[in-house]
């Protein structure tokens, strides 16, 4: 049952895309965009941005960066703190914590992150097409991965009605090729990128996205850069002050 529906779930014999049938729930799905279930959403934002700070070092990523589905801004905030030009994106949440810093999915990133969104799309063929549709240098999503089809599986999470598609490693090599980048897949974080790394900074991503705890050890001085959040507040300040001065 999921929303008190009975609903079919379908498991592609060929990519492992795991679906519900057609999604027609999905407007009392998000009649709150965060789950109240969702208590482990500022934990998660934690690792994320530890592991997308360390990441973004390892492959030498320089310039804007998007947050694809960034729901409040959190994350976004968290990332411009350490010193990383990220922007936001979502057509679902409201832009809380990161607002002024909008960013659009068809310019070109260095990287664009997409966390616990995949399991959201109900297109997922055009919804991730959107999300690679700037180019972007790389794509570091989250989502947990299955292993065949178990109707016990938690994170199926029938009580939100959000979660509409499940992805398998096969899955995930799938879509690298539909989009013609290379992957580096973990059980829950994995990476997309144009070009391929080498052979050692390969082994060590593999690693990082097996246990991405790891990166909470890394020294934050090895990894942030100057803080955006005096920038950030002058910036705002500015345009708000540009704005009242408009006749």
Known sequence: MLLGRDVEYRLCARCELLQTESPTWLADAYADAI??????????????????????????????CLDYGAGHGVFVRM???????????????QNLYAG??????????????AFELLEHLADVRGDIDAIFAGAPDHVLVGTLLHHGWDPAWWYLLPETGQHVA?????????VAEHVGYDVIVGPEYSLFSRHAPGAVKRAVLQRLLARPSLAGIVPGRLVARG?????????????????SDTP
């Open 35 to 64: 789950s109240h279930l969702d208590t482990g959403a500022v934990a998660r934002n934690r690792l994320t941005a530890q592991l997308t700070a360390v990441v973004a070092r390892l492959v030498g990523a320089r310039g804007p």
């Open 79 to 93: 990332m411009r703190d350490l010193g990383f030009d990220f922007r936001w994106y979502d057509t679902y949440a």
């Open 100 to 113: 002024g810093f909008e960013g659009t999915p068809t310019d070109h990133h260095a990287i664009v992150t």
């Open 166 to 174: 499940f992805y398998s490693p096969v899955t995930l090599r799938f």
């Open 227 to 243: 803080s955006l959040v005096q920038p950030d507040h002058e910036a705002i300040r500015q345009s708000r002050l540009r704005k």
